[in-house]
Structure formats: structure tokens, C-alpha cells
């Protein structure tokens, strides 16, 4: 039997190039077309080499691959005869066919996980409000719908980052690039809002765990200054070369937290010890929030925020 493939390979020029998945991306100067008659006939091989016309070339419009393969018809009228002795093919099929099984089983995942975030990333871990952080509120809806600012870090990435230390600069690892002037502006504008919003954040502590003052729903009434705060980092840690960078995200998960804790506080009502708990995460998520932000504060850009006490 004799085997033949034509395989037919083009190369036209870069400039005549487009962005296809099926286009040669290896710059050529000039355009040919190689076409490579392999003959399979007892191990022998037979290559020939073709060039192209002037008219065939102003015909080609992109480059691509194309294969053509052509196995010579024969009748199937007789069943073959059981060969003794294996073949060049026949190795050449079993080492296929195990090539193939091998590379299903290896890629064949085990304990392994492939879901979507609400943004519609897909991420091969679980995905959930408190998966990362399990101090992170339990009442954050899982399509982010309950949230100031439905675009964070859990929208993009299915998980909840960790807290933050106070001035600690081990995650992020890096921050993003901004002009000082630009972070000036945006600190003078809303700077004064988000220190006496802050301040509502501090008095939480009392009237949260002691019960003696009623808190205040940030979801009809904003004298925590969270929308502020959220403005603020949109220039501190965004611009128009960036757009909106990881880090942003990073900072609104943390000021959702805010707005969850706090409904979580009102939430418990006279269980102290949930209340209690709902403050903490308040106040860890207030403090990972200022921690990005005095990262990015410097002697020319203003006075760094006071954490939470």
C-alpha cells in the first residue's frame, strides 16, 4: 500500500498577515509555497520541493496551514490476513494510541476544582464569601448583589483576601503607579469625609458591644463615609493608564466588609458576642483598607490616616 500526505505549507509576507489562530507567525521575506509528498512505502521516503507562480501569490490573500491527506482507496471486499510479524504501522498505531491514553490520563485532574467567580472567572480552587478569610462576613450574597461596591476583589476572584496588619506591605505585594498630583487631588477632596466617617467607625466599638447607642444603617444613612472612601481609592490606586487595577478591587472588598459588618452588628441585636465579633472584622477591614491607602501616601501627598484603635 502506499500512504501519501500533501502537506502544503504557506508563507506570505508580514504586512500581508492576519491575526488568525490558523496564521504562521514566523516572519518571511518572501512567498512560497513548499509542498512536501511524503511516500510511505517500506520506510522509504520521497520529499520534492515546489515554488509557486507570480499569479499564485497575488491569489493569496493569508497565511495558513493547509493539510491535505490522501490515503489511496482499495477494495475491502477480503478480510486482511493476521500478520505474524508487526509492521512499521502497526508500531506506529500502538505508539499513537498509547501516546494518546497516556495524555488523557495525565491531564485527567483528581481532587481538582473549576468554577466561576461572580465576575465570571474561572478559578480551579472553590469559590465562596469566606474562602480565604473565614472572618469574612457570612452575609454577603454570593452574586455580590448586597454589597456597596459589586465590583471587588470577590467579584473578580471568588475568595476573600486576608487582613492586613497595620503598615505591614506583605500583601499586596506591590502597589500601582499614580501621579502624586493625582493622589494629592483626591486626598484634599476627600480626605476630611473619610476621617470623620472613621471616627463613626471608632464609636462602633461602644455602642456595637455595649448597646448603648443605636447604629446607624449605613445603607440609608452614609456617616461612615464608605462611598468616600471608595472614591478615594479610585485615586489613589487607579488611572487612566491602568484602569482598574487588582489593588482596587482589593480595596472595595475591604470596604464592603465595612458595610457588611456593620448590618452584621445591627443584625445581632443583643447577642453581645456576635456583635462583638461583627466589630472585629469591622475593624480589621477598616484597618486592611487604611494600610493600602497610607502605602501610597507620601510627605508630598498629605498626612497618613490613624488607624482604628
Known amino acids: 500500500q502506499h500512504h501519501i500526505a500533501y502537506l502544503s505549507i504557506l508563507f506570505v509576507d508580514r504586512s500581508k498577515r492576519r491575526k488568525s489562530m490558523m496564521m504562521m507567525r514566523c516572519p518571511v521575506i518572501s512567498c512560497f509555497i513548499v509542498c512536501l509528498v511524503i511516500s510511505v512505502q517500506t520506510g522509504s521516503f520521497h520529499v520534492h520541493a515546489f515554488s509557486t507562480s507570480p499569479s499564485v501569490e497575488r491569489n493569496v490573500g493569508r497565511a495558513s496551514w493547509t493539510v491535505v491527506s490522501a490515503i489511496k482507496k482499495e477494495e475491502q471486499t477480503t478480510p486482511k490476513p493476521m500478520m505474524l510479524h508487526p509492521t512499521r504501522r502497526s ?33 480551579d480552587r472553590a469559590v465562596g464569601v469566606t474562602v480565604g478569610n473565614a472572618e469574612a462576613s457570612q452575609s454577603r450574597k454570593s452574586d455580590n448583589s448586597n454589597v456597596l461596591f459589586d465590583k471587588d476583589y470577590y467579584f473578580k476572584f471568588g475568595a476573600a483576601p486576608v487582613w492586613i496588619e497595620p ?27 473619610v476621617k470623620a466617617g ?78 462583638k465579633q461583627a466589630y472585629e472584622s469591622t475593624k480589621k477591614a477598616t484597618n486592611s483598607y487604611l494600610s493600602m491607602i497610607n502605602r501610597v501616601i507620601t510627605p508630598k501627598v498629605g498626612d497618613k490616616f490613624e488607624y482604628i484603635s
Open 167 to 193: 503598615d505591614s506591605t506583605e500583601f499586596p505585594k506591590t502597589m500601582p503607579f499614580t501621579l502624586s498630583q493625582q493622589r494629592y487631588d483626591s486626598l484634599k477632596k476627600y480626605g476630611d469625609r
Open 91 to 123: 508500531c506506529f498505531e500502538q505508539v499513537a494510541s498509547a501516546a494518546t491514553i497516556m495524555g488523557v490520563m495525565i491531564g485527567m485532574p483528581g481532587e481538582s476544582w473549576a468554577e466561576f467567580a461572580p465576575g465570571g472567572t474561572l478559578v
Open 198 to 275: 472613621l471616627q463613626q467607625v471608632q464609636n462602633l466599638k461602644y455602642s456595637g458591644v455595649n448597646v448603648d447607642n443605636p447604629i446607624i444603617d449605613p445603607s440609608k444613612q452614609d456617616v461612615y463615609a464608605l462611598r468616600p472612601m471608595g472614591l478615594m481609592s479610585n485615586g489613589f490606586l487607579a488611572s487612566e493608564n491602568t484602569g482598574a487595577t487588582n489593588e482596587l478591587f482589593l480595596s472595595r472588598w475591604y470596604i464592603n466588609e465595612i458595610y457588611l459588618g456593620i448590618q452584621d452588628m445591627m443584625a445581632a441585636g443583643d447577642n453581645k458576642e456576635q456583635a
